[in-house]
């Protein structure tokens, strides 16, 4: 078991409608020696690759992201919930439906900070349906920027999301994936 398997056991609450709260350590309050760690884990993960930039979407991924980019010495880009039109030419816009709050969000990146060239790691803290990793892959696509792979810290793999994604050739990196949960139980089940 790794550490944050072992973390998420200790700390992680299961509510209902397949979300799993880790307050403690990542979404509310930020353990930030622990997540860091995870951005090490990332870096090793991804060494050979050459991430020039980190891509991530606001609100929660930007803590992990940015533990991760400090290992990577690179920058953070966080696309934007935007209440403006999708039509502004300055920025890269996608939809993405929320798993959280279950609606769908514009979201936008200025031209100026995704460029063809960039070769972008996508972070996030969760993965579920893959709708968020899906949205920062378009982004990037708009710019003409190459992913070259995607770090999750949590993938619930029983949503499909991460299978999905890697089915279409995407590599799709997570440190902890969960196969089951039961909220009435509490029980957790890891992929090996
Ligand atoms: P997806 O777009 O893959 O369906 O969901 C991923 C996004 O939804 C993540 O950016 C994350 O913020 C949020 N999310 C999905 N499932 C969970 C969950 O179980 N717990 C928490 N805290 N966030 C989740």
């Known amino acids: 078991m790794n550490l944050l398997q072992k973390k998420i ?3 992680g609450v299961i509510k209902s409608g397949d979300v799993l709260k880790v307050d403690s350590f990542l979404n509310h309050q930020i353990d930030v020696p622990f ?3 995870l951005g090490k884990e990332f870096k090793k993960i ?3 690759s050459r ?3 980190i891509l991530t ?3 929660s991924g930007i803590g992990i992201a940015c533990l991760t980019a400090i290992h990577f010495g690179v920058p953070v880009v966080f696309a934007k919930k ?3 039109s999708q039509m502004d030419p300055h920025v890269y816009a996608t939809s993405v439906k929320s798993f959280t709050h279950n609606k769908t969000n514009t979201v936008v990146v200025a031209k100026q900070y995704l460029n063809a060239g960039d070769r972008v790691l996508i972070i996030d803290d969760f993965l579920a349906n893959g709708c968020a990793t899906e949205g920062l892959i378009d982004l990037a696509k708009q710019a003409g920027a190459t992913v070259e792979g995607v770090g999750i810290a949590i993938e619930k793999g029983f949503q499909g999301g991460g299978d ?3 089915s279409h050739g995407v590599r799709v990196e997570s440190l902890a994936i969960i196969d089951k949960m039961d909220a009435a139980t509490g029980k957790i089940q890891f992929r090996d």
């Open 51 to 53: 991430v020039n930039k």
């Open 82 to 84: 935007s209440q403006g």
């Open 9 to 11: 056991l200790e700390d």
């Open 57 to 59: 979407v606001e609100a």
């Open 46 to 48: 991804f060494a050979t």
């Open 164 to 166: 999905r994604l890697r």
């Open 35 to 37: 997540i860091s760690e």
